[in-house]
């Protein structure tokens, strides 16, 4: 049975509160209520899970499909490891949380990254050394103009930073209903500090054999300290990927900028912090009508009460202008915009 709703505000749907319509709204709980839908002649779909990696900038047209599929099941295990199959719609720090509880690791250093797990791919969601590739087995989708379930493999997925097959060439093309994820058993851990953040706060609180709850309770302390609560300021955590330049251009600006901080990468290039060049142009903490970078995280940018999609969009335009004249280098939003 369709549950199609009509004229819906998507406000209470995305983290950075803005209020756009969606012409027509429907909660998916299961891969054959879409596949039913499909069957009924629908096809033009907008996919939602979490909200919190979407700037919305006008009204949805589209059919749009709330990801509510749930269900966490063990499918396969060994001596070490465990392969747990996560609805789509399942909350993503929830299922971290619920892995921590019953000791399984791998996920502990992407505590406290909003969105919905049935996303996670989407964006190779990353965080503190880690990865989603690093832990990923297989997701199950539907097509959705043929109704056809498809398994798509880590290499079908093809993930890169923040970034996976579904946002370019599938891009809209598949609702994914189910993802597998292998992780670790207590005995073989692997604890990751590889980000000096962390060693810092487990070296505050003096933990020396720090646990995969530890791990957790360090990045959610972390990532509480830097970015703001969405229900009071509307924001989609990290709004720019992190730059990536040549070794040499690096090494031009550090001659410029001796603070430059920068994450050297496997293929020789450099990671530069997005945060740390909007900081340096000025940007944090400043505001622009009802815009403004987040005072504690240039990368950040928050609604303020009222603003538009537009409002936001303009803001990182301008910020995206003011590091390419200051520095050369073009941001990416890592925020899908509508």
Not at 4 to 21: A, R, V
Not at 158 to 173: D, I, P, T, W
Not at 185 to 202: D, F, P
Not at 274 to 296: Q, S, T
Request: contains cysteine; aromatic residues 10%.
């Amino acid at each position: 049975m369709s549950n199609i709703q009509n004229n819906i505000s998507l406000k209470p749907y995305n983290t950075f509160g803005i209020d756009e319509m969606a012409k027509r709204f429907c909660t998916i709980q299961s891969a054959e209520q879409l596949q039913q839908l499909i069957t009924d002649g629908e096809q033009d779909f907008f996919m939602l899970g979490g909200g919190s990696n979407l700037l919305l900038t006008q009204p949805v047209e589209q059919l749009v499909l709330k990801n509510e599929i749930l269900g966490k099941e063990i499918v396969d295990e060994t001596d070490a490891t465990v392969t747990i199959a996560f609805g789509g719609g399942e909350n993503w720090h929830e299922s971290v949380l619920w892995a921590v509880e019953n000791n399984y690791g791998g996920i502990e250093n992407l505590s406290l990254i909003p969105g919905t797990v049935g996303a996670a791919p989407i964006q190779n969601i990353g965080a503190y050394g880690v990865e989603l590739k690093d832990i990923f087995v297989k997701l199950e989708a539907i097509h959705t103009e043929t109704g056809k379930q498809r398994i798509f493999t880590k290499e079908d997925c093809a993930f890169g930073y923040r970034n996976s097959v579904f946002k370019h060439e599938l891009k809209g093309q598949y609702f994914i209903t189910k993802v597998y994820l292998e992780l670790t058993k207590k005995g073989h851990h692997q604890i990751n500090t590889s980000y000096g953040a962390i060693a810092t706060v487990l070296e505050e609180n003096n933990i020396q054999n720090p646990t995969i709850q530890d791990i957790s309770n360090a990045v959610i302390q972390i990532r509480s300290s830097k970015l703001p609560d969405p229900k009071k300021f509307g924001n989609s955590g990290s709004f720019f990927k992190n730059p990536i330049i040549s070794k040499d251009y690096f090494e031009e600006m550090q001659s410029f900028f001796p603070s430059i901080v920068a994450y050297p990468q496997a293929d020789g290039n450099v990671k530069v912090p997005a945060g740390w060049l909007i900081e340096k142009c000025g940007w944090k903490g400043k505001m622009v009508g009802n815009v403004a970078c987040y005072a504690h995280q240039a990368l950040v940018i928050v609604n303020l009460g009222n603003a538009t999609g537009k409002e936001v969009l303009e803001h990182a335009k301008r910020i995206i202008d003011s590091v390419d004249n200051t520095f050369g280098i073009q941001l990416e939003p890592e925020v899908n915009i509508m």
